[in-house]
Structures are given as C-alpha cells and as structure tokens.
C-alpha cells in the first residue's frame, strides 16, 4: 500500500520542476557565450612611445579615449583587419599630447564594417583642366540653389545654362526635332492653320538641338550620323543647321567621341559628354568623353580637344559648369 508522504513527496517534486521550466535560464559564462561584448574597456599600457592594448576575439575597433568633464571623448580609432579578428591582437597609439595615463581608457567593440572600409587612398589628384572648359564667369550660388540658370544668369552678365530640347518656339516659328521624321519647323503665326515649311531628314537619329541665337536662324542638333561606318568610333555628330523662310539647311556636321549622353549650351558653346567603349586583348572599358564646341560663329564653328573623364558620369541638370564639381 502506497503511503500519503509518497504523494505529498511527488507533488512537491513535479512542482519545482514546473516552476524550472518557466524560470529565466542562468546567465552565460565566459565559455558559453557565443559572441563577445559589444562595448569592453580593455587596459591600457605605455611601452616605450607608444601606447597599446590588447583586444580580445571578435573585436576589431578600438577607441581611445581621453576624460572630458564628466564624461570620455574619443581621440582615434583603429581597427583590426579580417586576418587578425579571429584571435588577439596588439593595437597601437602614438600618445596624445597634454594628457597623462590615469586620464585615458582604450574601448573594443565590434565595427559596423570590415577593416578593409577603413583603408585605402584617401587622397586623389585633380584632372588637368584645359583653358576652353571654363566658358566664363560662374552663376551667383543664389542662382546655384534655386535652380534658375537661365533668366537671370543672362541678365547679371553671366553665361545662361541651356538644356537640350526636342521642340521650341521661337517668334512664330515651332521647331520640332525627333528620332522618326527628324527636324520640322511650323509657322504658327496663325494658331487656327499652321504651317509647315520645312523638314531635315535624320532619322534615327536623336532628340536633342539647341536654338543658337534669339531667332532660330542657326541650330545645333545631336544624333547619330548615319554616314558614318557601323564600325566607326564616332558614331554620333553635331549638326550646325541655318534656317531661312523656315527651311533648314544642313551648314557643317561636327563628329563626336563614342555615344552622346548628355549636352549643355553655355553661352555660345555647346559642351557633348558621350560614351566611348575601348578594349584590348578581349578586355573591354567605358570612359566618358565631354567635347567642347565654340558656336558663336555658326558658319565656322570650332572644335576643342576633348577632355577624358573616368569613370562614367552624367551632366547635372541645373550645374552651370558642367563636371566641373566633380574635377575638384
């Protein structure tokens, strides 16, 4: 016959069990953590002119701090590289002046990137720049953060910025440039029955031109020369047209470097960044190519010796010189 302490005995042994199994686990030890302190404060020695630590596995950045006031501020950083992270490793720092020991700690935690981000050139040389890349005086930086890059900047004697259009209306005349018919041009002096005047074939060709005067007597389009050999490594081309009784008439073709991008007129010179793809021995490479035109004279224009940029980049919308931020 089974007695009541063996039952009373049983109750009690499934209870604390019970209350095991919901109770918080005990806290890890040393050998049972499975990653390291994200924030230590390791010692800090001086051996001769430097002063060192040792930081344990898994913490590859360091910080030295000096006390401020009721608190500590940093004073450099080191890291660990990838080799080193798995095992310990000596960090060094040169002394900091004006402070002694007992007023500096060394903290180890674990860095939000590899070491590798931390290292590298970190000082790069400018582009030589030729003269014809400044076309004059820069925009007021008011003019720079609004945007407003063409009433005004003309107006304080500045060079306008003008983007590239694929249809314009000037006087009563609407120029309309596209890939599938290439250029027309409209008299709309009356609304109710336009005209068309006259055409430029190009197609497959591009949608950017540019008004060269306040007239529309001289313009200037962007597109592929379809004259040029499908190998041929300037595949693209300005075309200076004039325009007289509203007929356009081809005046002189400009090649352009590799693949136009991007254009910009400022003042009277056009500036094209195109796309140049080179290889050798089966390696192949992009570079961006910006060509510079002086347009003031339609009938002769000039061309000036193209600067090579790398790698890619594309003209900024509102940027009165384009690339010239990011030459330096």
Known sequence: MISKSYFAGLSCAILVAAQLAVADPPPRTASTQTAPDTNVLLPLKKIGAQLTVVTPPGLNQVTLECKSGNGWKPLAVSYVTEKKKSHEARIFFPPPTGYALSQLRARACVAKFPARFTSGPNSFSRASIPPWFIPGPIPPIAVLATGN????????????????????????????????????????????????????????????????????????????????????????????????????????????????????????????????????????????????????NPQQPVTFTPLTLSPQVVLSGTDPLPMRGRLG
């Open 149 to 296: 890059t063409t009433a005004s900047v003309s107006d304080a004697g500045k060079l306008a910025v003008v983007e590239p259009d694929i249809w314009k209306v000037i006087g009563s005349q609407l120029f309309f440039f596209n890939q599938y018919r290439g250029l027309q041009v409209f008299d709309i002096a009356n609304g109710q029955s336009p005209v068309r005047t006259g055409t430029l074939r190009l197609p497959a060709s591009g949608e950017q031109f540019f008004a060269l005067d306040s007239t529309g007597s001289y313009l200037a389009l962007l597109g592929r020369d379809q004259s040029a050999a499908a190998d041929s490594n300037n595949p693209y081309a300005v075309f200076v047209l004039s325009v007289t009784a509203g007929v356009p008439t081809l005046v002189t073709k400009l090649p352009i470097q590799g693949h136009a991008t991007d254009s910009r007129l400022i003042g009277t010179r056009l500036y094209v960044a195109s796309t140049v793809r080179a290889g050798t021995n089966g390696s192949w490479s992009t570079r961006t190519v910006l060509q510079g035109f002086e347009l003031s």
